[in-house]
């Protein structure tokens, strides 16, 4: 190394500076997490990135938006390794009520892991001026031998008084490795079902006690450098415990979180009329026989042409006859026999008025259209009695005509 800095035309290159610095740090104990920061990122560049795009000048950064003086951070980020995204809680103060906002960071390709994240972490540090960085996970606490709950404690307790003595610091949770998930599966009529629970409840604890204490002075002050900014990051890859965690600390949902909450909402409360029963049911409760109903359609056994009718048509064409029935005596044994001339073609029954015309000869699931299509258009609407529309009942019995159009014209074959 001192021959080729004798060279004048010798210019170091990246990896170089970085194992170089490596060195020194490992000479000087200067680590995060199991490894040196220049460690990691040279692993960083042995990754294969699909996207050359995705360099490091493509991390987003974590600086003051000038031309939005009115949207503040908060302190608190929570990086989802699932979702592939860094959320970033911020408040929007030009609101006629101020409220809390997400701002959403792409992760690139090759942040697939904790130590992959540390150059982006590092690089939102750098952006805040931040004098400390503590990552608080496995490798720190199997480092400084704590196996005991006491000594975990002692160790997290000396990392956070560490972190709370600097104006400006932030504070990495690895929720995975420090707190974990417990995943069990059971077999029961109503088939699979998993239940999630967290593994280390005293550590989760601590760290969600500890995120919340999270702070962003917002005051203007003539020396920056005092102003207190204190980062906390959790990091997790669990969909489980991402969700649990962002309750407890009472972390700002994004725009799809929100939308998710409210279809869950809306399938364990709202009541949706079923088209192919017309009865009122909840989604959740909704199981395999719960709905009997008719999958063909109507036609007029009497005619020669077997006319087709709705299901609509055919009621109202009984009422009319049960009402001249009962006025016209003369008329009334004909008028009877002309009841039956209604029949099913997908199972002949014979179609019944009032209550008796309930039911049918299928037993299946409740409703009919594309349930990812009901979703949004009761989210839209929020109404907690969803009744059927005239598309919904066309695009219905449309389909039943359709399955059984064969066996419609193979029956007029047959009576001509």
């Known amino acids: 190394m001192v021959k080729l800095r004798k060279d004048p035309t010798y210019k170091m290159s990246y990896v170089d500076a970085l194992q170089l610095a490596d060195k020194t740090a490992k000479q000087y104990q200067i680590s995060l997490g199991s490894d040196t920061l220049p460690r990691l990122l040279l692993r960083n560049l042995a990754v294969p990135n699909r996207n050359p795009s995705n360099n490091i000048q493509q991390i987003s950064h974590l600086i003051d938006d000038q031309r939005s003086p009115a949207i503040t951070y908060t302190g608190r980020i929570i990086v989802s390794l699932f979702d592939q995204c860094v959320r970033i809680e911020a408040r929007n103060h030009a609101l006629q009520k101020p409220k809390d906002i997400i701002i959403e960071h792409n992760l690139n390709e090759n942040e697939t892991n904790l130590q992959q994240l540390l150059e982006r972490i590092t690089r939102y540090g750098k952006d805040r001026n931040v004098q400390l960085l503590q990552l608080i996970d496995l490798n720190l606490l199997s480092s400084q031998s704590a196996y005991d709950e006491k000594k975990i404690f002692e160790t997290l307790k000396e ?101 998710e909450m409210e279809d869950e909402r809306r399938k364990s409360e709202d009541f949706i009329q079923c088209v192919k029963c017309r009865d009122f049911y909840i989604e959740n409760e909704n199981k395999m026989g719960s709905c009997t109903h008719h999958d063909g359609f109507i036609y007029d056994n009497a005619s020669a042409d077997l006319a087709y009718y709705s299901l609509a048509e055919a009621t109202l064409y009984l009422s009319k006859i049960e009402s001249e029935a009962i006025n016209d005596s003369d008329r009334r044994e004909a008028l009877e026999r002309e009841k039956n001339k209604f029949k099913w073609i997908c199972c002949g029954a014979i179609l019944q008025s009032g209550a008796a015309s309930t039911g049918g000869c299928k037993k299946g699931k409740h409703g009919f259209i594309d349930e990812s299509r009901r979703s949004q258009q009761q989210r839209n609407q929020r109404q907690p009695m969803q009744r059927l529309d005239q598309d919904i009942i066309l695009e219905w019995e449309t389909a039943c005509r359709q399955v059984y159009n064969d066996q419609w014209i193979e029956l007029m074959r047959y009576r001509s």
């Open 159 to 259: 990392r956070y008084d560490e972190y709370a003595a600097y104006n400006r610091s932030l504070i990495v949770y690895d929720l995975d490795s420090l707190i974990g998930v417990n995943k069990s599966e059971s077999e029961s009529s109503m088939g699979r079902s998993s239940n999630f629970s967290v593994v280390n409840q005293n550590i989760y604890t601590y760290v969600r006690a500890r995120f919340r204490e999270a702070v962003i002075e917002t005051t203007v002050s003539s020396n920056d450098a005092q102003r207190v900014e204190k980062w906390a990051i959790a990091v997790t890859r669990e969909p489980f415990l991402l969700r649990q965690f962002c309750v407890d600390v009472g972390f700002t949902r994004t725009k799809q979180e929100e939308d």
